[in-house]
């Protein structure tokens, strides 16, 4: 979508609520739209009758080559060989009237306007947060014969409803400084000294001119845009080359429309468990449930043809997730009504089993695969982005590429299951937070797919993160959540612990390598009692 740069009226301060305004009903929505979508699919309503109605009406239609609605069903694909028995005008009206009733059944599917003082209001609410939503927009000049420019603008929202907005330059150079600092930062060998500057430079031209915007407030959600989505903020370097995390509490989000879905105030206690998949037996045969007993839990595929990704899905080497006695009696400590499901009991039928638990922690091999080419070999091609990422479960090395697919759960598997409530989702494998970044749309990956399920926050990482330092610093969230800090205080801690830990011969944990891979989402609050 095209955005005008010409905010220089006269009224600098209405247009950039307009502008605000306008950014948050187009970001997220489709996420919104298709949440709904995983809920009816999920459950039976008198909802469900309605959306069938509707996707059946656009079939229709879609098989004579009309485009019937103006927010169509995502993924729906046309009919083939059925007949146009009526005129296209009839077949339009029916799909426009069937979406018109579900709509007045299901509100969801028509997501109503942002209002920003509700927003501020649940800013408040949350903690006094403030709110930084990012937005791509193409920066026409009037009167000037040239091309468009991508550009990056952030709004900001306070909690006592003030707005702010800053202009932060170019698309193409701040999405090359994203891409420098995340190499640098993934990597060990790299200097502290060389990352620091890289880390700055982006701090320069994305968080320098929005701190100037935030009257000194600390506790921010950030809905990133773009390939922004891709970096944990609370690693960039501020003008006196300190870490932002030092002084900043920062969560993600999708879109800030997200903080309209999550509940008014955290429930005292919840009825379901807390759930814990470690160290699969990756050369287990996975004996498939019965049909009934899969859908029960959720709709996760079975059989069917092998994934393309070679060095991912194909692959016949996956490691050990070894997590030792010591450390399971102090996760039980932390959680000591978990049930925990090791070697051939870590299977993804198990997970699609698990109903609207309170948290599922999975210490596991994970991926986003982008060799969507590399599937020749394999006979087919992989291009959704929700196939390419995945964790790597009981059964994901078996000789068998059949039965192998039966050892994988993907992202747009795990978008079905029922994690409606879910208050934490807590990944603890490598590069989960990736996919691939949609303008205005979020991460198309397992990040997306614990939303679509029902997940309230996330903790996921961002690359090939060190395996003993990852369990050290999931290890103290699950401990400080035990103590009831919040969400976002508990991973920031434990990340400041692994941070000042003294460095040895062969590991500087100052570097980023160690601490930063990890990415929060979702609402920061203490979790709920059992």
């Known amino acids: 979508r095209d955005w005008s740069s010409d905010v220089c009226s006269s009224d600098l301060a209405a247009s950039a609520r307009l502008a605000f305004e306008a950014a948050l009903q187009r970001k997220g929505t489709l996420q919104d739209i298709l949440a709904e979508h995983a809920?009816?699919?999920?459950?039976?309503?008198?909802?469900?009758?309605?959306?069938?109605?509707?996707t059946e009406a656009e079939r229709k239609a879609r098989a004579c080559g009309l485009e019937p609605s103006s927010l169509p069903l995502a993924g729906l694909l046309p009919g083939t060989g059925a007949a146009c028995t009526k005129d296209a005008l009839t077949l339009a009206a029916d799909a426009g009237l069937a979406y018109k009733a579900l709509i007045e059944k299901?509100?969801?599917?028509?997501?109503?306007?942002?209002?920003?003082?509700?927003?501020?209001?649940?800013?408040?609410?949350?903690?006094?947060?403030?709110?930084?939503?990012?937005?791509?927009f193409n920066s026409v000049r009037l009167n000037v014969a040239e091309e468009a420019s991508a550009r990056y603008a952030a709004y900001i929202l306070l909690p006592d409803g003030g707005i702010a907005w800053a202009d932060l330059g170019q698309r193409d150079r701040i999405d090359e400084l994203v891409a420098q600092m995340r190499r640098m930062q993934s990597d060990p060998r790299t200097t502290l000294d060389a990352v620091k500057q890289a880390a700055r430079a982006l701090d320069a031209v994305v968080m320098q001119p929005v701190r100037a915007k935030l009257g000194g407030r600390k506790k921010l959600f950030i809905a990133a845009d773009g390939d922004l989505n891709l970096i944990d903020f609370s690693s960039l370097v501020d003008e006196t080359r300190h870490d932002l995390i030092e002084q900043y509490f920062i969560?993600?989000?999708?879109?800030?429309?997200?903080?309209?879905?999550?509940?008014?105030?955290?429930?005292?206690?919840?009825?379901?468990?807390?759930?814990?998949?470690?160290?699969?037996?990756?050369?287990?045969?996975?004996?498939?449930?019965?049909?009934?007993?899969?859908?029960?839990?959720?709709?996760?595929?079975s059989g069917g043809a092998i994934l393309s990704c070679e060095e991912a899905y194909l692959r016949r080497d996956w490691t050990a997730v070894p997590f030792s006695a010591e450390r399971l009696l102090k996760l039980r400590a932390a959680l000591p009504e978990m049930v925990s499901l090791t070697g051939e009991d870590a299977t993804k039928y198990a997970l699609a089993r698990i109903q609207a638990p309170r948290s599922v922690w999975l210490f596991t091999h994970g991926f986003f695969c982008t060799d969507t080419g590399g599937g020749k070999r394999a006979g087919l091609f992989w291009g959704e982005p929700m196939q390419r990422a995945a964790l790597a479960l009981a059964g994901a090395?078996?000789?068998s590429q059949q039965a192998?697919?039966?050892?994988y759960v993907t992202a747009g598997e795990l978008s079905q299951l029922n994690w409606h409530g879910t208050e934490l989702v807590v990944l603890g494998a490598c590069e989960t937070a990736l996919g691939t970044p949609s303008v205005g749309d979020g991460v198309h990956g397992l990040r997306r797919a614990l939303t679509l399920a029902g997940a309230r926050s996330q903790v996921m990482t961002l690359w090939q993160v060190s395996g003993l330092q990852t369990l050290d610093i999931l290890q103290g969230f699950a401990e400080r959540l035990a103590r009831g800090q919040d969400r976002l205080a508990a991973?920031?801690?434990?990340?400041?612990?692994?941070?000042?830990?003294?460095?040895?011969?062969?590991?500087?944990?100052?570097?980023?390598?160690?601490?930063?891979g990890f990415y929060f989402m979702g609402d920061p609050r203490p979790l709920p009692g059992r």
Not at 404 to 407: A, H, S
Not at 493 to 507: C, I, N, S, V
């Open 39 to 54: 809920r009816l699919q999920r459950e039976v309503s008198e909802g469900t009758r309605y959306f069938e109605a509707w």
């Open 106 to 136: 299901v509100p969801g599917f028509n997501p109503k306007p942002v209002e920003l003082p509700e927003l501020a209001a649940r800013l408040h609410a949350l903690g006094d947060y403030s709110l930084v939503e990012i937005v791509q």
């Open 397 to 399: 090395s078996v000789t």
């Open 251 to 301: 969560a993600g989000l999708t879109s800030g429309r997200d903080l309209l879905r999550l509940p008014g105030a955290v429930p005292t206690r919840v009825a379901h468990g807390d759930y814990f998949f470690t160290d699969p037996a990756f050369l287990a045969t996975v004996a498939r449930p019965p049909v009934s007993a899969a859908v029960e839990g959720g709709q996760l595929g």
């Open 404 to 407: 192998r697919r039966d050892g």
């Open 491 to 516: 991973l920031r801690g434990a990340q400041m612990e692994a941070r000042a830990r003294k460095p040895d011969a062969t590991h500087n944990y100052a570097h980023p390598y160690y601490w930063a």
